[in-house]
């Protein structure tokens, strides 16, 4: 499977960005997916996941209330939308699908190119 993040850019603490994860290749309901950041220096860590069915999401700490993982899996789409952004959530953020419903970055065995959310303060 082929995956396409797109959304982010630049904006004002406080604000919001939708990102988007198209998927191709192969229908992205047979995998759960995932939503990663990275920051400059510091190792990919997970923001959200979300099950194959969409029923069920896992947040990190660092997000709960403010971010929300969602699928279309007919459209083959993931979004995640972040409010309240904080200067810290400043990363490269990726999609990635895995084949089992998981929160260890190694069990996502395909990634997107990631797009860059810059939050000012």
């Known amino acids: 499977v082929q995956l396409q993040a797109s959304g982010g850019g630049l904006v004002q603490a406080g604000g919001s960005l939708r990102l988007s994860c198209a998927a191709s290749g192969r229908t992205a309901s047979t995998y759960a997916m995932g939503w990663f950041q990275q920051a400059p220096g510091k190792e990919r860590r997970l923001v959200a996941i979300?099950?194959?069915?969409?029923?069920?999401?896992y947040y990190a700490d660092s997000v709960k209330g403010r971010f929300t993982i969602s699928r279309d899996n007919a459209e083959n789409t993931v979004y995640l939308q972040m409010n309240s952004l904080k200067p810290e959530d400043t990363a490269v953020y990726y999609c990635a699908a895995g084949g089992v419903e998981s929160r260890r970055r190694s069990d996502y065995d395909y990634w997107g190119q990631g797009t860059q959310v810059t939050v000012s303060s």
């Open positions: 979300i099950t194959r069915s969409g029923r069920t999401a």
